[in-house]
């Protein structure tokens, strides 16, 4: 995610993975099932590093595909759920089709968190609970969203669920289906 200076190896070592931290807080604070981790440069390898550390963000249970943050485009489409963020627009396509958009345009869907389900919920239940379970956890209101116009939606993938993760997405949208536009509240 990101490259942090230092002047010296052993700079890097005590200040880098702070520094990381800093650098990726944002992106991970968006993020739901991640950790920053940094790869500081022994003192051999400290020049051919360029005289920095490298900063990450990994899944935590397990990988994250696709660019994260600023480094994704409008228009891609989603690899898994794990690389939705918070305030992400989303134009569904279809169940397996869901693509990033502009929030100052025309979408389907927004999403403004995440929640986990039980371990005893299967694949084949998990729209239906992780629906309810966002409704109650994440409900749109606390969002500004006017609960007579818009519901609680929620996405899931197989790969939270082959992981043990039981990760939903959980999201807004209209109650007649139709598109939101702008920013929202």
Do not use: I
């Not at 052993?10 to 520094?19: F, K, N, Q, T, V």
């Not at 039980?118 to 239940?125: N, S």
């Amino acid at each position: 995610m990101a490259f942090v200076p230092a002047s010296s190896a052993a700079e890097a070592r005590e200040l880098g993975p702070a520094r990381c931290e800093e650098r990726t807080r944002e992106v991970r604070g968006r993020l739901a099932g991640v950790r920053g981790v940094a790869v500081v440069p022994a003192d051999g390898g400290f020049e051919t590093a360029r005289r920095r550390t490298a900063c990450l963000v990994l899944g935590a249970h397990g990988p994250v595909y696709g660019p994260l943050g600023r480094h994704r485009a409008p228009g891609s489409v989603f690899a898994d759920t794990a690389t939705m963020q918070r305030r992400d627009c989303l134009d569904v396509r279809s169940a397996r089709e869901v693509r990033l958009v502009s929030c100052a345009g025309r979408y389907d869907a927004q999403v403004l968190g995440f929640t986990r389900l039980a371990y005893d919920v299967t694949l084949a239940e998990a729209p239906a609970a992780a629906d309810r379970a966002c409704a109650r956890e994440v409900p749109p209101r606390d969002y500004g969203f006017d609960p007579s116009v818009y519901e609680a939606g929620s996405r899931t993938a197989a790969g939270a669920w082959k992981s043990g993760v039981h990760l939903a997405v959980c999201t807004v949208r209209r109650q007649n289906g139709g598109t939101m536009e702008g920013n929202g509240p």
